[in-house]
């Protein structure tokens, strides 16, 4: 069994809330830019909480040595609970392949002037054929296209301060724009919710090769560095430019425009990208998990075609609206799983379930 270093979790952990979405500048915008100063905040509150449940649920799939989301979930052997559990993250999932075909029409109109909804349906089109001919082998790409973007990202967002005259940070723990997200705390805790579903089952799988807790707590802590430098000069940008970039459908390329064309239009092709293998492996995910659900039975070529039209059909609801109303959604039905993983840490503390582990 490989040994996981330090190393390997920091980098796990960062990556697992560093999507597409996050690195268009939208979601930050939404959750947290339009707060100002208490944005930063909430971005304080968010980083502390993802490196707090990271180390719950390694720390119960170490202990119990289960790594499926509904078992670390749900502490019981209730198969009816553990299925909701697994219908609302197959419901995530299909939302952030909404989200990125969404986004990726977006960009296509942005950068081509191509209408979104045309845009939509040729980047649906292409994931329906990657997938229908089981090019899995593309999802790889994933791991060279998303450490591109944050470094893309860092570049613009230092950029952006020193260049582009910059507004106040002004504080404001309420904002009219949107329902769902009228609180800065709120909305905190909407994005941790619904950004920790997806971390979950990219995490516990990393306990597998762990032989000290001490590795969890140093990788966290690295992670946690990493992904406050990311972050802030995402959100900073989000901020300070927000007269700039507050209507954008994808703010982050708005700025890069802004400084150079050149930018503007690698950062484009990386959005693309990132956006079309994250669409890729959220439909690869749901098939695998219906698959494993329904016993193994294959999954049919009509299925994948008709998750592909619900995608597209969804994506016309616009890349904007989707971040501003589904994801805040998700992220208070969330708050169930939050407890989920609380309330199951608990009860092996107290039973000593692993304590020795």
């Given at each position: 069994m490989k040994k996981i270093s330090v190393l390997?979790?920091?980098?796990?952990?960062?990556?697992?809330?560093?999507?597409?979405g996050f690195l268009s500048g939208q979601e930050l915008l939404q959750f947290f830019g339009v707060?100002?100063?208490?944005?930063?905040?909430?971005?304080?509150?968010?980083?502390?909480?993802?490196?707090?449940f990271s180390l719950l649920v390694m720390d119960i799939a170490k202990r119990t040595g289960k790594t499926e989301f509904d078992r670390i979930i749900v502490p019981w052997e209730l198969p009816w609970l553990r299925g909701?559990?697994?219908?609302?993250?197959l419901f995530f999932l299909f939302d952030v392949m909404v989200a990125m075909i969404a986004g990726a029409g977006a960009l296509l109109e942005q950068v081509f002037g191509l209408p979104a909804i045309a845009g939509n349906a040729a980047i649906t089109l292409l994931v329906l054929a990657v997938a229908l001919t089981g090019a899995a082998g593309m999802l790889a790409s994933f791991n060279i296209v998303v450490p591109l973007l944050v470094v893309a990202a860092i570049v613009i967002g230092a950029g952006a301060c020193l260049r582009l005259p910059m507004g106040p940070i002004e504080a404001r723990p309420f904002a009219s724009g949107n329902p769902?997200?009228?609180?800065?705390f709120f909305s905190a805790l909407s994005f941790i919710s619904y950004?920790?579903?997806?971390?979950?089952?990219?995490?516990?799988?990393?306990?597998?090769?762990?032989?000290?807790?001490?590795?969890?707590?140093k990788g966290l802590a690295a992670g946690a560095v990493l992904l406050t430098l990311i972050f802030v000069c995402i959100l900073l940008p989000m901020i300070l430019f927000h007269a700039l970039v507050g209507a954008a459908e994808l703010p982050m390329l708005s700025l890069a425009y802004s400084l150079t064309p050149v930018l503007g239009l690698i950062y484009a092709v990386l959005l693309f990208a990132g956006m079309f293998t994250a669409a890729?492996?959220?439909l690869f995910a749901i098939t695998t998990r219906v698959q494993q659900r329904t016993g193994g039975v294959l999954i049919s070529r009509r299925f994948i075609s008709l998750l592909c039209a619900l995608a597209f059909v969804g994506s016309i609801f616009g890349f904007k609206n989707v971040v501003s109303f589904v994801y805040p959604i998700c992220g208070y039905i969330g708050f169930f799983a939050l407890a989920g993983i609380l309330l199951h840490f608990f009860l092996l503390r107290r039973s000593g379930v692993g304590a020795g582990s």
């Amino acid at each position: 069994m490989k040994k996981i270093s330090v190393l390997e979790i920091a980098t796990v952990f960062t990556g697992s809330f560093l999507g597409a979405g996050f690195l268009s500048g939208q979601e930050l915008l939404q959750f947290f830019g339009v707060f100002g100063g208490y944005g930063l905040a909430g971005m304080v509150l968010a980083i502390a909480a993802f490196c707090l449940f990271s180390l719950l649920v390694m720390d119960i799939a170490k202990r119990t040595g289960k790594t499926e989301f509904d078992r670390i979930i749900v502490p019981w052997e209730l198969p009816w609970l553990r299925g909701i559990v697994s219908g609302v993250f197959l419901f995530f999932l299909f939302d952030v392949m909404v989200a990125m075909i969404a986004g990726a029409g977006a960009l296509l109109e942005q950068v081509f002037g191509l209408p979104a909804i045309a845009g939509n349906a040729a980047i649906t089109l292409l994931v329906l054929a990657v997938a229908l001919t089981g090019a899995a082998g593309m999802l790889a790409s994933f791991n060279i296209v998303v450490p591109l973007l944050v470094v893309a990202a860092i570049v613009i967002g230092a950029g952006a301060c020193l260049r582009l005259p910059m507004g106040p940070i002004e504080a404001r723990p309420f904002a009219s724009g949107n329902p769902l997200l009228g609180n800065w705390f709120f909305s905190a805790l909407s994005f941790i919710s619904y950004n920790m579903m997806a971390a979950v089952s990219i995490l516990v799988p990393l306990t597998e090769g762990m032989e000290e807790k001490r590795t969890i707590h140093k990788g966290l802590a690295a992670g946690a560095v990493l992904l406050t430098l990311i972050f802030v000069c995402i959100l900073l940008p989000m901020i300070l430019f927000h007269a700039l970039v507050g209507a954008a459908e994808l703010p982050m390329l708005s700025l890069a425009y802004s400084l150079t064309p050149v930018l503007g239009l690698i950062y484009a092709v990386l959005l693309f990208a990132g956006m079309f293998t994250a669409a890729l492996s959220s439909l690869f995910a749901i098939t695998t998990r219906v698959q494993q659900r329904t016993g193994g039975v294959l999954i049919s070529r009509r299925f994948i075609s008709l998750l592909c039209a619900l995608a597209f059909v969804g994506s016309i609801f616009g890349f904007k609206n989707v971040v501003s109303f589904v994801y805040p959604i998700c992220g208070y039905i969330g708050f169930f799983a939050l407890a989920g993983i609380l309330l199951h840490f608990f009860l092996l503390r107290r039973s000593g379930v692993g304590a020795g582990s």
